[in-house]
T-cell receptor, first 117, second 111 residues
Framework: NAGVMQNPRHLVRRRGQEARLRCSPM?????VYWYRQLPEEGLKFMVY????????ESGMPKERFSAEFPKEGPSILRIQQVVRGDSAAYFC???????????????FGPGTRLTVL | GEDVEQSLFLSVREGDSSVINCTYT??????LYWYKQEPGAGLQLLTY?????DMKQDQRLTVLLNKKDKHLSLRIADTQTGDSAIYFC???????????FGSGTRLLVRP
């Protein structure tokens, strides 16, 4: 069973460009979470999605950031008009539907490291 | 508010035990987690403990939970150089899905 997959692993953008980060959850998982890790810090929650629904986006900046998890295909985190402060590692995690996994455990992908020049 | 705190750095000799400490503020957490992050890599789930337990042992790892003091610790026995990494504790707080992470403890294992 493949783990959570993220691509690209590294992404370099110039200020003002768009960044698209993709996440494919583990097989059988329908819940996806995005976290951001700034240098030398822990991970901070951004958004929680289920298929075609945004459940909680309270951790996501109101401007320039958006996320989706379509019926088919990976979850996408999109950052428009990137600025230097967006440079960070972005991690995706997934968990099974409902409480099938009694630990409610989130399994993390390898992350996408975004560098804004 | 919800907060998870960890010491920033720990250095031990190979073969010694390592103890990484964590304090949290939200007493409603059901599960508490330890994740390991190696340089440039993602987070690997190491172990977790249910809040009604005091201790959990898993091979070289021992997790101790003191609910009264809201203190969690991870002990690694016979620490190896491959254990060098950043260790994060995390809890759900009052949410069932929003993990709250500490800032991580960087463990350095000296040969």
């Amino acid at each position: 069973n493949a783990g959570v997959m993220q691509n690209p692993r590294h992404l370099v953008r110039r200020r003002g460009q768009e960044a698209r980060l993709r996440c494919s959850p583990m097989k059988g998982h329908s819940h996806v979470y995005w976290y951001r890790q700034l240098p030398e810090e822990g991970l901070k929650f951004m958004v929680y999605l289920q298929k075609e629904n945004i459940i909680d986006e309270s951790g996501m900046p109101k401007e320039r950031f958006s996320a989706e998890f379509p019926k088919e295909g990976p979850s996408i985190l999109r950052i428009q008009q990137v600025v230097r402060g967006d440079s960070a590692a972005y991690f995706c995690a997934s968990s099974p539907p409902g409480l099938a996994d009694s630990t409610d455990t989130q399994y993390f992908g390898p992350g996408t490291r975004l560098t804004v020049l | 508010g919800e907060d998870v705190e960890q010491s920033l750095f720990l250095s031990v000799r190979e073969g010694d035990s390592s103890v990484i400490n964590c304090t949290y503020t939200d007493s409603s957490s059901t599960y508490l987690y330890w994740y390991k992050q190696e340089p440039g890599a993602g987070l690997q789930l190491l172990t977790y403990i249910f809040s009604n337990m005091d201790m959990k042992q898993d091979q070289r790892l021992t997790v101790l939970l003191n609910k009264k003091d809201k203190h969690l610790s991870l002990r690694i026995a016979d620490t190896q150089t491959g254990d060098s990494a950043i260790y994060f504790c995390a809890e759900y707080g009052d949410s069932s899905y929003k993990l709250i992470f500490g800032s991580g403890t960087r463990l350095l294992v000296r040969p």
